[in-house]
């Protein structure tokens, strides 16, 4: 965390203190807007297809239009796993890979909102809202829901095999679970609801007059002033936490039992450790801020926050402030001050064994791993260069065997990465994120920019250029023998796989919404959309 936020969490407390003494929010979407009038058609396979154009209807389908009309009823539960459409599949061959387009879904560009596109965990299901004359439906795998006044905070279960959202209907509003309605209440938390990680639980916020509370599994907890925070599960699915406001005071509600009372909750510092077995979070006592872990609090500070534990759960990090320095504090122990300490905080290794961040001396920054300081830089982890290249400050990485350390770093206006400390090729810009490195730990992947062009550097060798590579869509096979990313050459779209390019689309749905998978280390498949269709692609690499 940097010092400047350090200096800045006693206001970020505050605000948490404010936010939550503010009446829920509730789902408040805006309407899309109504077309004049809404014609409905069906196609061969009997989807059913809303549009304001009749020009639009495919000549042979206009035949069925009569009038306008309103969507048909959706069916009993339309995301329920087992009533998920087998999609019609079409082949292709290329140079070195086998293609097979299945079909999601089709899309009324007219009334889908693009924004509100998911897809599952496992890059196989897509979910959207669509809006219908005032009303608006969610549509899961081309299927579409019931109409509600809005629909928002689409998301699948971890397994992908579940969907739920939040509705309003009138002056109410309730949570739709596998297309089954919750109780009515006048708001949904924002955010919520949200599945377990094993996929088996549901939990949201509600509110009920002036009081809010936590329904799991459809059992409401105890009521409160206001809840501070999006509940969040154990790792194990079998715990819940979140923060309360009473009065005019804060606490953490574990498994139901209430924590001490704090002046504020540090937004989003709540945390279970990988074991689940352990809590910890950021709390404000008068103009000081410290850390509580398993129910013991730390020493004061200016400011605190950034919390994690090691993978096996027994080591703890966090990043502190006092007297305008920053440090950072590992299994209670303070580190060398700093001027400043990175975003992105604390990383260890896989093994737990090593620790490593970001910091500042004057304007000079350098990674620091197990306390030794590395060269400086201007600036430390990747910045903002386009749209499709959002990148936001990024913590220094470890290879899974844990021996190795990456980042990017810049000085005078050219970026490098750097592994092990040993710089690579200078660019004039670096993709999102950090450099990948590959499951058996021997590799480095990166997206780089020279003027106005993108490519992939793998192992040191630059890649095709293209117009752009896609956000988060870097990724190598579980052997480490291929290296696949989304690219872009004009407007067109497609995956790279080992330099080899696939099939064109108007848009691959990986990064943020989507991703390639490797099922195997031959074969792999994303989601695409083209000609207001998103299919299912799976591709075979000879």
Same mark, same amino acid.
């Given at each position: 965390?940097?010092?400047?936020?350090?200096?800045?969490?006693?206001?970020?407390?505050?605000?948490?203190?404010?936010?939550?003494?503010?009446?829920?929010?509730?789902?408040?979407?805006?309407?899309?807007?109504?077309?004049?009038?809404?014609?409905?058609?069906?196609?061969?396979?009997?989807?059913?297809?809303?549009?304001?154009?009749?020009?639009?209807?495919?000549?042979?389908?206009?035949?069925?239009?009569?009038?306008?009309?309103?969507?048909?009823?959706?069916?009993?539960?339309?995301?329920?796993?087992?009533?998920?459409?087998?999609?019609?599949?079409?082949?292709?061959?290329?140079?070195?890979?086998?293609?097979?387009?299945?079909?999601?879904?089709?899309?009324?560009?007219?009334?889908?909102?693009?924004?509100?596109?998911?897809?599952?965990?496992?890059?196989?299901?897509?979910?959207?809202?669509?809006?219908?004359?005032?009303?608006?439906?969610?549509?899961?795998?081309?299927?579409?829901?019931?109409?509600?006044?809005?629909?928002?905070?689409?998301?699948?279960?971890?397994?992908?095999?579940?969907?739920?959202?939040?509705?309003?209907?009138?002056?109410?509003?309730?949570?739709?679970?596998?297309?089954?309605?919750?109780?009515?209440?006048?708001?949904?938390?924002?955010? +919520?609801?949200? /599945?377990?990680? #094993? !996929? $088996? =639980?549901?939990? &949201?916020?509600?509110?009920?007059?002036? @009081? %809010?509370?936590? *329904?799991?599994?459809?059992?409401?907890?105890?009521?409160?002033?206001?809840?501070?925070? +999006?509940?969040? /599960?154990?790792? #194990? !699915? $079998? =715990?819940?936490? &979140?923060?309360?406001?009473?009065?005019? @005071? %804060?606490?953490? *509600?574990?498994?139901?039992?209430?924590?001490?009372?704090?002046?504020?909750?540090?937004?989003?510092?709540?945390?279970?450790?990988?074991?689940? =077995?352990?809590?910890?979070?950021?709390?404000?006592?008068?103009?000081?801020?410290? *850390?509580?872990?398993?129910?013991?609090?730390?020493?004061?500070?200016?400011?605190?926050?950034?919390?994690?534990?090691?993978?096996?759960?027994? =080591?703890?990090?966090?990043?502190?402030?006092?007297?305008?320095?920053?440090?950072? *504090?590992?299994?209670?122990?303070?580190?060398?001050?700093?001027?400043?300490?990175?975003?992105?905080?604390?990383?260890?290794?896989?093994?737990?064994?090593?620790?490593?961040?970001?910091?500042?001396?004057?304007?000079?920054?350098?990674?620091?791993?197990?306390?030794?300081?590395?060269?400086?830089?201007?600036?430390?982890?990747?910045?903002?260069?386009?749209?499709?290249?959002?990148?936001?400050?990024?913590?220094?990485?470890?290879?899974?065997?844990?021996?190795?350390?990456?980042?990017?770093?810049?000085?005078?206006?050219?970026?490098?990465?750097?592994?092990?400390?040993?710089?690579?090729?200078?660019?004039?810009?670096?993709?999102?994120?950090?450099?990948?490195?590959?499951?058996?730990?021997?590799?480095?992947?990166?997206?780089?920019?020279?003027?106005?062009?993108?490519?992939?550097?793998?192992?040191?060798?630059?890649?095709?250029?293209?117009?752009?590579?896609?956000?988060?869509?870097?990724?190598?096979?579980?052997?480490?023998?291929?290296?696949?990313?989304?690219?872009?050459?004009?407007?067109?779209?497609?995956?790279?796989?080992d330099g080899k390019e696939g099939k064109q689309y108007e848009r691959v749905i990986a990064g943020e919404r989507g991703r390639i998978v490797f099922d195997s280390p031959d074969s792999l498949h994303y989601l695409a959309r083209k000609?207001?269709?998103?299919?299912?692609?799976?591709?075979?690499?000879?």
């Open positions: 965390m940097a010092s400047h936020e350090l200096r800045r969490a006693g206001i970020a407390w505050r605000l948490a203190r404010t936010v939550a003494a503010a009446a829920l929010c509730f789902l408040m979407l805006l309407a899309h807007p109504a077309a004049a009038k809404v014609y409905k058609w069906a196609d061969e396979q009997g989807r059913v297809h809303f549009t304001d154009d009749l020009n639009s209807i495919p000549e042979r389908y206009r035949s069925q239009v009569t009038a306008p009309a309103p969507p048909t009823p959706a069916p009993a539960n339309p995301e329920a796993p087992h009533e998920r459409r087998i999609p019609a599949r079409a082949e292709e061959r290329s140079s070195n890979r086998e293609i097979s387009e299945g079909l999601i879904a089709q899309i009324d560009v007219v009334s889908w909102i693009p924004e509100t596109l998911k897809a599952s965990p496992d890059s196989r299901r897509v979910a959207y809202v669509v809006g219908v004359g005032n009303k608006q439906l969610g549509v899961v795998d081309g299927r579409e829901g019931k109409q509600y006044m809005r629909v928002g905070g689409l998301i699948f279960s971890p397994d992908s095999q579940r969907v739920a959202y939040a509705a309003k209907v009138s002056d109410k509003s309730l949570a739709v679970v596998d297309g089954k309605e919750g109780r009515r209440y006048d708001g949904i938390g924002s955010g +919520t609801p949200i /599945f377990s990680p #094993n !996929s $088996q =639980r549901v939990a &949201y916020v509600a509110g009920v007059g002036d @009081k %809010q509370f936590v *329904v799991v599994d459809e059992k409401e907890e105890k009521q409160y002033t206001g809840v501070g925070s +999006t509940p969040i /599960f154990s790792p #194990n !699915s $079998q =715990r819940v936490a &979140y923060a309360v406001r009473v009065g005019k @005071k %804060q606490l953490v *509600v574990v498994d139901g039992k209430e924590g001490n009372q704090y002046d504020g909750i540090r937004a989003g510092s709540l945390i279970f450790s990988p074991n689940s =077995r352990r809590v910890a979070y950021a709390v404000g006592v008068g103009d000081r801020q410290l *850390v509580v872990i398993d129910g013991k609090e730390g020493k004061q500070y200016t400011g605190a926050g950034g919390l994690i534990f090691s993978p096996d759960s027994q =080591r703890v990090a966090y990043a502190a402030g006092v007297g305008g320095k920053s440090f950072v *504090v590992v299994d209670g122990k303070e580190g060398k001050q700093y001027d400043d300490i990175g975003a992105g905080i604390v990383t260890f290794s896989p093994d737990n064994q090593r620790v490593a961040y970001a910091a500042r001396v004057g304007n000079k920054w350098s990674v620091v791993v197990d306390g030794k300081e590395g060269k400086q830089y201007d600036t430390i982890g990747a910045r903002m260069i386009a749209a499709e290249h959002m990148a936001y400050a990024s913590s220094v990485i470890f290879s899974p065997d844990s021996q190795r350390v990456a980042y990017a770093a810049a000085a005078r206006d050219k970026w490098v990465v750097v592994v092990d400390g040993q710089e690579g090729k200078p660019y004039d810009g670096i993709g999102a994120g950090p450099p990948i490195l590959s499951p058996d730990s021997q590799r480095v992947a990166y997206a780089a920019r020279l003027g106005g062009e993108w490519s992939v550097v793998v192992d040191g060798q630059e890649g095709k250029p293209y117009d752009g590579i896609g956000a988060g869509s870097l990724i190598f096979s579980p052997d480490s023998r291929r290296v696949a990313y989304t690219a872009r050459l004009g407007r067109e779209w497609f995956v790279v796989v000609d207001r269709h998103i299919y299912l692609v799976e591709e075979r690499v000879k």
